[in-house]
C-alpha cells in the first residue's frame, strides 16, 4: 500500500503492546491460563491436508502488489458492453448509480467537501480492490459468475469513466496492472487515535459545574423525522 | 406511598446529589391512591389464567416469547440502504435488561443477505503462508479443545448517521448495532497452529462462504491473541443470521471484521486492502485524508430508559437504565447528567463487568417532572473517557461514518416524553 512496512508493523506493534498491557481482567487471565494447560505439546492431527485444486477454487483474492492476479485481459470497449449488460441496471450506463445504488465513477477532488462523493475514481487507493471485489462479489445477485477477462475489461471500462485511462482502445491484463495508480492512493494512513486524540485519555473527568451556562438544545431528531413508526414518511431519497 | 419516605428517598436518590438543579420536590401520588381505593377487579375476580388451563408441555418444543412482548424487535430502516439484503437492523436496546442479548434480537448486517448452510457441507481452509494447508470439517471443529467468553459486537457504523446531528429519534436506532452473548468455539490460534504458521506470517486474510464472500485482513497479533472462531451463541448453535455454521469472533473490535459462515482463512505477509478495508470502513477526516484499519471499537455508553421509545410514565421512583462498552478492556465508571453535562453522578454498575462486554448501569432516581437533559459518559480501564460528539467532531469533522462513540443526550420533556437531540 501507500505507506511503508515499517509503519504498519510499528502500528501493529503498538497496538499488540496495548492489548497485552490492557489484559488485567481476571476472567481472561485465567481462562488463557487454563487454555494453555489444556493445551498438547503436540499437533491435535485434525482437518486434512488441503489439495492444490481445492485451494485454487477457493483462492480468489488480489493484493495490491498483484498477488493472486489470474491471467487475463480485457479492454475498455469490452468492458462497456459488459458492463452494459450485467452491471447498468443498478449502477449507471456510466457508473455514476441508479436510485440509491452505488455510484462507481466521479467525485474527483469532493474528498475535503461537505458531501463527499467517494467512487473507486475519486476515493479507492488500490484497483486490486476493483478486480478482487468485482470477482467475488459481483453481480449482486448473482456472484462469482464472471470471467476473469470479463473483470478484466469491466475494471478497464471503470478506469475509463473515472477518467483515469484515457483510451477507450486500451487492454488491461496481468502484466501492466500495476503500471495503473489510482489518484487518492496515498491519501490513507493507518489508525492514529491513540496518538491524535489522546486527550480523550483523562485522569479525571470534571463532575461538577463543568459549563458556565446551562445548555441549550440544538437539534432535533423528530424535526428531521425520519425514524420508522414517526408520523410522516422518510424524507431522506 | 408517604410524603415521608419521599423524602427519604428523595435524599439517597439521585436528584437530591447536591449541585443539580430543580432537586428535591415531593410529588403528588394522589391518583394511586385515589386508585386504590376502589377494589381491583384483576384481584377480585377470577381471571381466565387463573381457571382454565393453559398449554401443556407438548405445545412448544422450542419456546417464544410471550404474546405480550410482541413490539421487542429487530427494526430496520428502509431509506439507509438500497437494498435490505445489504443492510442492517437494530437491536431493540430500550427493551433488554441485564448485558446478554437474546439470540433473537441480535442486530444482522449482511452484504448479501443471510448464507443458509448445511453443517454437514461447510468447510473450512487455512493456506497460504503455512507448513500444511488444511481443510476442517465442523466435526473436526467440534473436537478442538473449546473456549467460551462473552462480548460485544459493534456494527463499526453503529450512531453513524448521528455524525451531523440528532438523526432517528430512538436508542434502537442510534445505537442498536450492538450485541453481546456468550460464544463457544475454538481459539484461532489453535486452528492456526495446526497448520503451522510461517514466520514470514504478518496478516491473515479472513473470507466468509456467502455470496458476498465478505473478505478481511487481520493483524496476526491479533489472530494468536483472542480471536475465535465460534460456533454457539449462548449455549445453542449460530443462529443463520450470525453465521451459522462458523465465525469469527474478534474482541473489541469493529463487527465487520467478525467474518460470519467463516470458509477460509489465508495466511500473508501483508494487508489485502479488500474493499471492506478501503471504500468501506476506512474513516475520512475533515483534510480529504482517511484512516484505515481503525479496528478497536472505543469506549461508550448509552441511557436505554428513559429514551424515545421507552418515555417516563411515572413521577417520584424511577429506574435510569444503560449499557456501557469498550473495546480497549473493561468498564470503569459510568458517569450521568441529568443536566446536559454540566454536573455528573456515578452510576451503579450492576451485573458481570467482563472484559471487552457490554456492561450494566443504573441510577435511582425521584423526578418530579422537570426537563432533563440525559447523559451518560462511559470511562474504560485504560483511562480512556467517552468524549462527547462536538469534540470527535473537532478532531474528525462529520463525514468519517464509522466509530461515533459520542456522549447522547436524551431530553425527557415535563410530560415524559424523551427526544434524541443535540445541545449546545
Known amino acids: 500500500m501507500s505507506r511503508s512496512v515499517n509503519l504498519v508493523n510499528a502500528c501493529l506493534a503498538a497496538a499488540g503492546a496495548l492489548l497485552l498491557t490492557l489484559a488485567p481482567v481476571q476472567s481472561a487471565a485465567q481462562q488463557m491460563t487454563v487454555r494453555e494447560a489444556a493445551k498438547p505439546a503436540s499437533k491435535l492431527g485434525l482437518g486434512r491436508e488441503a489439495l492444490p485444486e481445492e485451494i485454487s477454487a477457493w483462492d480468489i483474492d488480489v493484493r495490491p502488489d498483484g498477488k493472486g492476479l489470474p491471467p487475463g485481459k480485457g479492454t475498455v470497449k469490452e468492458g462497456d458492453q459488459v458492463f452494459q449488460a450485467q452491471c447498468a441496471a443498478c449502477h449507471g450506463e456510466f457508473g455514476e448509480g441508479v436510485g440509491r445504488w452505488p455510484v462507481l465513477a466521479g467525485g474527483h477532488g469532493t474528498l475535503k467537501a461537505d458531501r463527499p462523493d467517494k467512487t473507486v475514481g475519486s476515493f479507492w487507493p488500490d484497483l486490486s480492490t476493483v478486480f478482487d471485489y468485482v470477482k467475488r462479489a459481483m453481480p449482486y445477485g448473482n456472484a462469482q459468475s464472471l470471467s476473469n477477462d470479463d473483470v478484466y475489461a469491466l475494471t478497464a471500462y471503470l478506469l475509463s469513466m473515472n477518467d483515469i485511462i484515457k483510451d477507450e482502445n486500451f487492454e488491461l491484463n496481468d502484466k501492466n496492472f500495476l503500471s495503473i495508480k489510482m489518484p487518492n492512493a496515498t491519501a490513507f494512513y493507518d489508525d492514529d487515535r491513540e496518538v491524535v486524540e489522546k486527550h480523550f485519555w483523562i485522569k479525571e473527568p470534571c463532575m461538577k459545574n463543568c459549563r458556565p451556562t446551562a445548555p441549550k438544545v440544538t437539534g432535533r431528531a423528530v424535526s428531521i423525522d425520519v425514524t420508522p413508526d414517526s408520523k410522516a414518511g422518510p424524507k431522506v431519497d | ?424
Open chain 2, 1 to 424: 406511598m408517604t410524603s415521608a419516605s419521599e423524602k427519604a428517598l428523595n435524599r439517597r436518590g439521585f436528584l437530591g446529589a447536591a449541585g443539580l438543579a430543580g432537586a428535591s420536590a415531593v410529588l403528588s401520588t394522589k391518583s394511586a391512591v385515589a386508585e386504590a381505593a376502589r377494589p381491583d377487579p384483576l384481584i377480585t375476580e377470577v381471571q381466565d389464567w387463573a381457571r382454565y388451563l393453559g398449554d401443556g408441555v407438548d405445545k412448544k418444543p422450542y419456546g417464544v416469547p410471550s404474546k405480550f412482548e410482541k413490539h421487542v424487535i429487530r427494526r430496520d430502516v428502509p431509506w439507509l440502504t438500497a437494498s435490505p439484503e445489504s443492510s442492517v437492523n437494530f437491536t431493540p436496546l430500550h427493551e433488554l435488561e441485564g448485558i446478554i442479548t437474546p439470540s433473537g434480537l441480535c442486530f444482522e448486517r449482511h452484504h448479501s443477505g443471510v448464507a443458509e448452510i448445511d453443517p454437514a457441507k461447510h468447510r473450512l481452509m487455512i493456506h497460504g503462508l503455512v507448513d500444511k494447508p488444511l481443510v476442517f470439517t465442523m466435526d473436526d471443529i467440534k473436537r478442538m479443545p473449546r473456549t467460551n467468553r462473552v462480548c460485544f459486537l459493534e456494527c463499526a457504523a453503529n450512531s453513524g448517521m448521528e455524525w451531523r446531528g440528532a438523526q432517528l429519534n430512538g436508542c434502537q436506532f442510534t445505537h442498536g448495532m450492538v450485541h453481546n452473548v456468550m460464544y463457544t468455539g475454538v481459539s484461532l490460534k489453535a486452528l492456526l497452529d495446526e497448520a503451522g504458521v510461517k514466520p514470514t506470517a504478518k496478516w491473515l486474510m479472513l473470507e466468509g462462504a456467502d455470496a458476498a464472500a465478505m473478505n478481511r485482513s487481520l493483524p496476526i497479533e491479533k489472530a494468536m491473541n483472542d480471536v475465535m472462531l465460534a460456533f454457539a451463541m449462548n449455549g445453542e448453535a449460530l443462529r443463520p443470521e450470525q453465521g451459522y455454521p462458523l465465525r469469527a469472533v474478534v474482541p473489541g473490535w469493529e463487527g465487520n471484521l467478525w467474518v460470519k459462515w467463516i470458509r477460509r482463512i489465508e495466511v500473508g505477509d501483508k494487508p489485502w486492502q479488500t474493499r471492506e478495508e478501503t471504500s468501506k470502513y476506512t474513516d475520512l477526516l475533515a483534510d480529504g485524508r482517511s484512516r484505515k484499519h481503525t479496528f478497536i471499537m472505543d469506549a461508550k455508553s448509552v441511557v436505554t430508559n428513559p429514551s424515545p421509545q421507552a418515555p417516563l410514565k411515572h413521577k417520584g421512583r424511577n429506574v435510569l437504565s444503560g449499557l456501557a462498552w469498550s473495546g480497549r478492556g473493561t468498564i470503569k465508571r459510568v458517569d450521568v447528567s441529568i443536566d446536559g453535562g454540566r454536573n455528573w453522578q456515578t452510576a451503579r454498575i450492576d451485573g458481570p463487568v467482563l472484559d471487552k462486554s457490554l456492561t450494566r448501569f443504573y441510577v435511582d432516581f425521584d423526578w418530579n417532572g422537570q426537563e432533563m437533559m440525559i447523559q451518560s459518559r462511559a470511562m474504560d480501564s485504560t483511562g480512556y473517557v467517552q468524549p462527547t460528539k462536538d469534540e470527535l467532531r473537532k478532531v474528525r469533522g462529520v463525514n468519517s461514518i464509522y466509530h461515533n462513540n459520542g456522549i447522547q443526550t436524551w431530553l425527557v420533556r415535563a410530560n415524559g416524553e424523551t427526544e434524541n437531540v443535540e445541545i449546545g
